[in-house]
């Protein structure tokens, strides 16, 4: 009888720690895909500040100064997202992809006569930001399943 029941508990804990096994290695691989999305949103800020600089140099006065604060501005707040990807992935890449949209859609509103430049870039922003946004899900699901299951308190993907 004993042996019975010590078979079960050996059964179970090995089941505990296999599930635990699996869902801190899928964890990684999500943890993985974001920190891509984290390096995407640096590009997008550093590629903003840059672009800031160049139309600065090509302005007139009043213009470039006000181009340079907004375009720092905005590569801030993508930098500010690469950050806190890993603390709130599904905010922060929402608030990103929509950001990034509207950028796009502001630019063509502006000056329609640049829409096909920087097209394959803006495709390929787009596309990562879509992936990540899906890692964002996966990563918050496993989250939330590890934290039921092993750990009563909820944590940042990055403290878990």
Known sequence: MESSNEQKADELISNYEQG??????????????????????YV????????????YTQQPAPVNAYTLGVSLFI????????????KKPVLSVTIGLVLYCLLIVLDIVMSPETFYRGMLMR??????????MHSA???????????SRFNPTDKPLDMI
Do not use: C, P, W
Not at 44 to 55: C, E, H, L
């Open 75 to 86: 590569a801030a707040i993508f930098i500010a997202l690469g950050y806190f990807t890993m």
């Open 123 to 132: 495709v390929i922003f787009i596309a990562a930001l879509v992936k990540a």
């Open 137 to 147: 899900r996966a990563a918050e699901q496993i989250r939330e399943t590890y934290n």
């Open 44 to 55: 997008i800020g550093a590629f903003q500040a840059i672009m800031g600089f160049v139309f």
């Open 20 to 41: 635990k096994a699996l869902d801190e290695h899928v964890l990684g691989e999500a943890l993985s895909k974001l920190k891509t999305a984290r390096i995407i949103f």
